[in-house]
Structures are given as C-alpha cells and as structure tokens.
Nanobody
C-alpha cells in the first residue's frame, strides 16, 4: 500500500491550495480517507474525512467552511481543497486510511482520531505567510 501526498507549497494569507493523495495497492473505494496535519511540536490533528462513496464528509471546526474534501474512486485519489488559508493552517498535511470494517458494530460515524488511520504518506508541507 502506498499513499503519496502532493500539492503543498507556500501561499499568502487568503490564498488557496488543493492537496492530492494518490493511492495504490488497496481497494480504495472501500475505505474511508482522512486528512490530518501536524505542525512542529504539536500532535497530528484531524482535518477532514470522507466516506467510501464521497457522500459523507466531516471537518474539524477550524477548517469547516474553508476546506473541502472529496475523492475520485476511479483515480484512487482523495483531495483537499483549501481556501481562505490562514497562518494557523501551516503544517505538514498527511492522508490516511480508515477501514470501516474495524468500526464498532452499528457505527456509521467518521472517526477523527489518527489512531484509527493507517498507511500514512510522507506528507506535503503547507506554509501560509501573513
């Protein structure tokens, strides 16, 4: 299994970026995909998640209304459209895979803890200048 993030870079406050996470070696359309970020000296934090079909999404409060997660199952790729970027969004962004067959019986809620996600990519750096 391989995940490769791309699309990061340096952008000014208020700017936009679209991150991509291309996957290989897994049945992409059966897994939940999540985006997380990690700033220096901080823990990896949840940003957004999307279910296997793309019909359900979840966002952290800090990015809701500014970021959009979506996926293309034919391309086995998940994206993160980031608008109105702020300096606080600066971090290394990672995508991860959550297997819904490991969820508690009857649960249908997208998970936010990085503990439940695996197969992390190498990350892509996003830097927002003020």
């Amino acid at each position: 299994v391989q995940l490769v993030e791309s699309g990061g870079g340096l952008v000014q406050t208020g700017g936009s970026l679209t991150l991509s996470c291309a996957t290989s070696g897994l049945a992409f359309s059966t897994f939940v995909m999540g985006w997380f970020r990690q700033a220096p000296g901080k823990e990896r934090e949840f940003v957004a998640a999307v279910n296997w079909s793309g019909s359900t999404t979840d966002y952290s409060d800090s990015v809701k209304g500014r970021f959009t997660i979506y996926r293309d199952n034919a391309k086995k790729t998940v994206y993160l459209q980031m608008n109105s970027l702020e300096p606080g969004d600066s971090a290394v962004y990672y995508c991860g895979v959550d297997d819904p067959t490991t969820w508690p019986s009857g649960s249908a809620t997208l998970r936010r803890s990085a503990t439940y996600y695996g197969y992390w990519g190498q990350g892509t750096q996003v830097t927002v200048s003020s």
